[in-house]
Structure formats: structure tokens, C-alpha cells
């Protein structure tokens, strides 16, 4: 008897298990559904995620180089020195759209309100990084002294991040979203008009003029003028509508799209530098020369002019 008592308590209990096991499958089976369906599948979600991860990654890799190539391949001079502040501050604009991508694929932001605020400083301090380059170039060009373009690259840097601040404390985490948290709607219109005339309008402004007062062609800061131009305006075209009209889709979808072109600006100048600036694709081919000639070193077979070498014997090469 006390043995069939024990049997029937055991199976009880095996069944109570299976209960439960079966209550936390179906739960988290739930839950997984749920978080699933949370994400933004919308044509425009998938857009802004395909294209961001496109220019993060060329973005990256080409300001790498241009970092690499400017930083300590090429001589230092006051042109290496510009070129290289701003593939740095490209560089760490490019790093943090992944962070833009998850927050907008999730739609939430789950990576805490300091780090809500440290994205929004970094895109404010690329924006104004440019608009306080514009102004010292032609300074540095007619001292032609790399020191002190250093010096004043290290004050751009410093006058951009006070320019930032006020950008990144309007940001916070709000309603699960890294969002603006303005006291008030004027608040919102100064933050927009100061972006746009910092950020956009001085530069363009500066850049026209020094091409235009200037005796020799800049083809590099010809076409980055024109990419400037052609990547922030729809953006910032966008940002002056969002304060007189209501939230409309066609809005919501343009602004989306402008930021997306808008970030492409960072992943094109590395292209730009690449193929217009002489000394600098003298350098990469320099670079890609090296590279090719320790993969030919490390391989048993080479090929030199019109004959194939094969371990130190030379065959007449034919060909088909």
C-alpha cells in the first residue's frame, strides 16, 4: 500500500511539472512572439537599417585608412592635418549608427539614458566640427606651419564640444525612445534654427568663399562642398518643416530618408580623398603595392614581366 501511495505521488508530481514546464514554454514562447512583432518591418525601418549599416561599415573602413594613411604614412603638413581631424571626426560619427539602427529596427532605445545623450553629442559635435573648420583653413594655409594647425585643430575640437552640449542635454530617454526632451516649443525652434545655421549655412557659406577668393582649383574641396551640400540639405530642409506642419507620413518618411543621406556625407569623404587628392593616392597605391608584394613573397609562384618564375627556374610564358 505504501509503495502504490508513493507511485501515485510521484506521477502527480511528474504531471505538476509538466504543467508548469508547459506554462514557461507557452510564456516564453509568448513573450518571444511579442518582442518579435515589436520590431519596425516597414519598408522605410528596412531602408534606414540596410543603408546606415552600408555607410557604417564603408564609412569605418575608409576613414580608417584615410586616418592610417594621414596619421603616419604620409609627411605631416598643414593639408594632413585637416584632412586627418575631419576623417576622425567621420570615423567616430560613422561608430555610432549602429546604435541609430537598433534603436530604430527595436523601437526602443535600450542602451540607457547617458549613452542616449553621448550619441546626440557626437552627431552635434560632427555637424559643428565643420562649421568651425570652415572658418580657420585659410589662416592655417597662409602660416603654413603644421604646428600650429595642430593647435588649431585641438581648438575646433574644444569650441565644437561647448557648441554640442546644449544639443545633448535636450536628449534623453523618454517613452522607451532616445528623444528630444525640450521645456518648450521655442526651445525646439532655437535648437533647429542654431543647427541649421551652424551646422549648415556658415559652412557652406565660409567654403564657397574660400573657393572662390582662391588662385589655384581645389578639385577635393570643390567636391566636398558639393557632397555637403547635396547630403545635409534635404535633412535639415525637413527639420525646418517638422516645426510648421503636423506629423504626417510623407514628413516622417522624408526626414528618415534625409538622415540617412545626411550620414552618407561621412562615408564618402574617404572615397573623395581616395580618388582627387594626388599625394594621397600616390600613397595608397604605395600602401597597396606593399601589401601586394608580401602576398607575392609568401606565395611559390610569381609572375615578373613575360616570364613565369617556379622555384628559381624560368619557363617562357605562353599565351591563350
Known amino acids: 500500500l505504501d509503495y502504490c501511495n508513493a507511485l501515485l505521488t510521484i506521477l502527480a508530481l511528474d504531471k505538476s511539472i509538466c504543467q508548469i514546464s508547459t506554462m514557461i514554454s507557452v510564456s516564453g514562447n509568448y513573450t518571444w512572439l511579442k518582442e518579435s512583432s515589436s520590431l519596425c518591418t516597414d519598408a522605410t525601418c528596412v531602408l534606414y537599417a540596410v543603408m546606415n549599416t552600408v555607410i557604417f561599415t564603408l564609412g569605418v573602413a575608409g576613414n580608417g585608412v584615410v586616418i592610417w594613411i594621414a596619421g603616419f604614412k604620409m609627411k605631416k603638413s598643414v593639408v594632413t592635418t585637416w584632412y586627418l581631424s ?14 541609430g539602427v537598433v534603436h530604430k529596427v527595436k523601437m526602443a532605445w535600450i542602451f540607457g539614458s547617458f549613452m542616449c545623450k553621448v550619441r546626440y553629442f557626437i552627431k552635434s559635435l560632427n555637424i559643428m566640427d565643420r562649421c568651425v573648420v570652415s572658418t580657420f583653413p585659410v589662416w592655417a594655409q597662409n602660416k603654413r606651419t603644421t604646428r600650429k594647425a595642430s593647435l588649431i585643430v585641438l581648438l575646433v575640437w574644444v569650441i565644437s564640444a561647448l557648441l554640442s552640449t546644449p544639443s545633448a542635454l535636450f536628449r534623453d ?12 516649443v521655442e526651445d525646439h525652434i532655437a535648437s533647429v534654427v542654431c543647427r541649421v545655421i551652424f551646422g549648415f549655412v556658415i559652412p557652406l557659406v565660409l567654403k564657397s568663399k574660400q573657393m572662390a577668393n582662391s588662385k589655384k582649383p581645389f578639385k577635393i574641396m570643390t567636391a566636398l562642398i558639393v557632397t555637403f551640400l547635396i547630403c545635409w540639405l534635404p535633412f535639415h530642409i525637413f527639420s525646418i518643416l517638422s516645426l510648421n506642419y503636423k506629423k504626417t507620413v510623407w514628413l516622417k518618411t522624408g526626414k528618415e530618408v534625409g538622415v540617412i543621406v545626411a550620414n552618407a556625407n561621412s562615408c564618402l569623404n574617404p572615397f573623395l580623398y581616395a580618388f582627387m587628392g594626388k599625394d594621397f593616392k600616390k600613397q595608397c597605391y604605395a600602401v597597396l603595392s606593399k601589401i601586394e608584394n608580401t602576398i607575392g613573397e609568401e606565395s611559390p609562384y610569381r609572375v615578373q614581366g613575360t616570364a613565369v618564375t617556379i622555384s628559381e627556374k624560368s619557363y617562357p610564358s605562353t599565351t591563350v
Open 173 to 184: 530617454k523618454k517613452n522607451k525612445l532616445c528623444s528630444s526632451d525640450y521645456k518648450s
Open 86 to 99: 575631419l576623417a576622425v571626426s567621420d570615423f567616430i560619427y560613422c561608430c555610432i549608427l549602429p546604435f
